[in-house]
Nanobody
Framework: QVQLQESGGGSVPAGGSLTLSCTVVIFSMNDFDSYCLGWFRQVPGKERQGVALINRGGFPTYADAVSGRFFISRNSARRTLILRMNGLKPEDTAMYYC???????????????????WGQGTKVTVSS
């Protein structure tokens, strides 16, 4: 069992920056470094989409829409997942969720449906 809690959302003008955090609490024998962790986003009426993933080895993967602007990292000591978002655009406006999946080599956007653990989300609004 894994519990996730996002924070750091808010409202910023286009071109601004935000840093999202996700606190990870694990109620099992698995350790923090065993999990694929990721950020996803969703706007009303549309499907959730992957934004950035980081596997158990610390290797990141980014969606094309955010590559070069967003940066994902994980802090094992603090059991925290971070998403640094720079150069924000109005189209980045969404509810952002963090997700966790035990990483058995399946840390990819194509495995989104297999993520069993999700936070409740934090809202990001970017004004033009």
């Amino acid at each position: 069992q894994v519990q996730l809690q996002e924070s750091g959302g808010g409202s910023v003008p286009a071109g601004g920056s935000l840093t999202l955090s996700c606190t990870v609490v694990i109620f099992s024998m698995n350790d923090f470094d065993s999990y694929c962790l990721g950020w996803f986003r969703q706007v009303p009426g549309k499907e959730r989409q992957g934004v950035a993933l980081i596997n158990r080895g610390g290797f990141p993967t980014y969606a094309d829409a955010v590559s070069g602007r967003f940066f994902i990292s994980r802090n094992s000591a603090r059991r925290t997942l971070i998403l640094r978002m720079n150069g924000l655009k109005p189209e980045d406006t969404a509810m952002y969720y963090c997700g966790a999946l035990f990483d058995s080599g399946t840390c990819g956007f194509e495995n989104e449906s297999e993520f069993p653990y999700w936070g409740q989300g934090t809202k990001v609004t970017v004004s033009s």
